[in-house]
């Protein structure tokens, strides 16, 4: 990688470019294969999950990021805005969707998939705060500063406006990252076979 990344928002015509970063960089992620289906399967819903992430399945106002190093895709982030949840769907909304979480996950896994999110809602903050939901860094670019680029661009607006921030993650060295870039472990807690930390920033001075 011969210049720092560029990040920003992403067009309308990037969706899928984000849905493929985010495929990619998500294949051994804890949390997402503890309820997706596995085995040969695996890669294919991963890639239908995020295919309808990018959309409107997280929530209609997400907020897209992508981040390009020579050209290239490199790594991509959703975001919700403040006092946005994700998955908060109506009646007719979680209608609408149970086929593509039973093709996805299977009963047993669409089970998994509900008490862990009951996990994840209880750690969230009291006050109103930015959700940093998916960060990923293509393999490709792995290790060359792709995630901080992110965080660093994604971060500064939030700072300007006193906007906390709060994410979950599974593993060690990205909680790590996250710590430097000013994220606290507010939380922890198990499943089977998988550790969540959920992590808060407070706003920076600008």
Known sequence: MSAPPDVRPACSDETQTVASV??????????????????????????RFFNAAVGDVIHKERELWLAQADGAPAGAAIWLKPGDHAFAFTPLQQLLTTPLFI????????????ELGAALNSHHPKQKHAHLVFLGVAPSAQGRGVGSAILKQ????????GVTAYLECTAE????????HGFEVTGEFDFPGLHFWTMTRAPRPV
């Open 22 to 47: 985010l495929t990619d960089a998500f294949v051994d992620e804890a949390g997402l294969n503890y309820w997706l289906r596995q085995g040969d399967a695996k890669t294919a819903v991963r890639r």
């Open 103 to 114: 093709s996805i996950a299977g009963f047993e896994g669409m089970k998994r998939a509900q």
């Open 154 to 161: 994604t971060l500064a607006p939030l700072d300007a406006r």
């Open 173 to 180: 060295r990205n909680a790590a990252l996250y710590k430097r």
